[in-house]
């Protein structure tokens, strides 16, 4: 069935000293076969963790790109081809973080996944409500709103090469958890909603939780049917909490 995926999502965190410790934190871990890791550090240390990790089973990825994959007058911007050559096999895109400080608009965040898969990056995309959207009872409407403009333009099939995240906004960096029944929830709404397009390429998308993931939490979460794995924040930052994070999938 579908292999569990854990990935850490370093944010904006790091130093080129504590990104060594952290590396060396990582390479001591016990890692199962039967779940894919990934680390997004920030670009600027892609290099770094690439070096570091040649010996780990532990795959790089890049936390956004540039909407467009040819080279050209985007300064500040890292295009996906830059980061496949970097190393990268994934690619966040439409992180909550980068729609709501960033302003990045889901049309963009389509583009962002076109240029991804046009240069063999399997790009996650992030979705996710708000605290006023759920307490509105919206969560279905946005999050099928935000997977609709993928599925509009790549079918499921397109999405399916990817990997979807579902991170609810008030669950990131706060603490809040959603209950794994509450996540199982959306997960479950998220495949139903792609299945009803084509059922055979629903069931191969992977979908992760994201928000608060700990080692506490992980296995509840990641036992739930439809919760393939995780997308971690903080607590990636840690490499035994990490490291016990991909252990529960491997378990679950
Ligand atoms: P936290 O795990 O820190 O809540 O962050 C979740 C997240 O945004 C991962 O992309």
Redesign the pocket.
């Known amino acids: 069935m579908r292999r569990p995926l854990v ?1 850490g ?1 370093w ?1 904006m965190h790091g130093t080129r000293q504590s990104v060594e410790s952290l590396l060396q934190g990582l390479s001591q871990q016990d890692w199962p076969s039967d779940v894919d890791v990934m680390i997004a550090p920030p670009a600027l240390f892609i290099q770094q963790c690439r070096d570091a990790l040649t010996d780990l089973p532990v795959r790089l990825g890049a936390q956004s790109c540039a909407y467009q994959a040819e080279p050209g007058a985007l300064t500040g911007e890292i295009s996906p081809a830059q980061l496949r050559d970097a190393g990268c096999e994934f690619v ?1 895109v439409g ?3 980068r729609r709501s400080l960033f302003a990045e608009t889901d049309e963009i965040v389509c583009r962002k996944f076109a240029a991804a898969l046009a240069c063999g990056l399997r790009p996650v995309l ?1 979705v996710g409500e708000t605290r006023e959207q759920r307490d509105a009872q919206l969560t279905a409407e946005v999050v099928g709103g935000q997977l609709q403009v993928i599925l509009d333009t790549f079918g499921v099939g397109g999405l399916a090469q990817g990997v979807v ?1 579902y ?1 609810p906004v008030w ?5 809040l958890t959603a209950e794994p029944e509450q996540a199982q929830d959306v997960h479950a709404m998220i495949r139903a909603r792609l299945a009803m397009l084509d059922d055979e390429q629903a069931q191969r998308v992977q979908i992760l939780y ?5 080692a506490d939490n992980a296995e509840a979460l990641f036992s739930m049917p439809d919760i393939d794995g995780g ?6 930052l840690n490499a035994d909490e990490f490291g016990a994070i991909v252990r529960a999938a491997g378990r679950a």
């Open positions: 990935a999502n944010k966040l992180h909550s973080e992030c995240a991170e669950a990131i960096g706060t603490g994201g928000g608060s993931v700990k997308l971690v924040g903080g607590a990636s």
